[in-house]
């Protein structure tokens, strides 16, 4: 059983087109987040999402906008994909805002080109 | 600017040996501190983690050495052996915000 999975996993699009991923988790947490790794494996959060309501916004692009219809879904669509959002993308959750343990996907490996 | 600094960037320990991950922070008023494991292709796990009232936390072959005063905490991970081989971050976190990340360490175990 998946605890938080995320679609797809991997995706090569050209610069200027507009794409989404999926995240859902099913461990019944109220709080997800979306973060970004670089080439250089740094981790850095983007958006935190608790009950639907955006908590967190590390001052992203507005050409990223997240969308969470419900708790257990949290989508991340990009607009005017630019050369430097190549990055692999991570969909975690927590129990709650301030929940000591974060559960992280397994990442979507976006490449544009 | 980087609240978490993280060193080394990469590490290659022989079989059997001790590896040591070093972290410092600047915020004192982090008071819970991960370690998160993430091998190839996978997200990042939590490993271990400690809260500043103790000074050493330790689970199985990994201990968390926390130094409140020089504000730097480590990972040590003794008998290291090839499935450890992954990269590792530490992490501070403030209350009921947000994690911060440390840069990372590329761990590799050498037989």
């Known amino acids: 059983d998946t605890a938080v999975s995320q679609t797809p996993k991997y995706l090569v699009t050209q610069m200027g087109n507009d794409k989404s991923i999926k995240c859902e988790q099913n461990?019944?947490?109220?709080?997800m987040y979306w973060y970004k790794q670089d080439s250089k494996k740094f981790l850095k959060i983007m958006f935190s999402?608790?009950?639907?309501?955006?908590?967190i916004n590390e001052t992203v692009p507005n050409r990223f906008s997240p969308k969470s219809p419900d708790k257990a879904h949290l989508n991340l669509h990009i607009n005017s994909l630019e050369l430097g959002d190549s990055a692999v993308y991570f969909c975690?959750?927590?129990?709650?805002?301030?929940?000591?343990?974060?559960?992280f996907g397994q990442g979507t490996r976006l490449t544009v080109v | 600017q980087q609240q978490v600094k993280q060193s080394p960037q990469s590490l290659i320990v022989q079989k059997g040996g001790i590896s040591i991950i070093n972290c410092a922070y600047e915020n004192t008023a982090f008071d819970y501190f991960p370690w998160y494991q993430q091998f190839p292709g996978k997200g990042p796990a939590l490993l271990i983690a400690i809260r500043p009232d103790v000074s050493e936390k330790k689970e199985g072959r990994f201990t968390i050495s926390f130094n409140k005063s020089a504000k730097q905490f480590s990972l040590h991970i003794m008998d290291s052996q090839p499935g450890d081989s992954a990269t590792y971050f530490c992490a501070a976190m403030r209350g009921n915000e947000k994690l911060t990340f440390g840069t990372g360490t590329r761990l590799t175990i050498i037989p």
């Open positions: 975690a959750s927590s129990a709650y805002t301030g929940s000591t343990e974060a559960f």
């Open positions: 461990l019944g947490h109220d709080t």
């Open positions: 999402y608790n009950n639907k309501e955006l908590i």
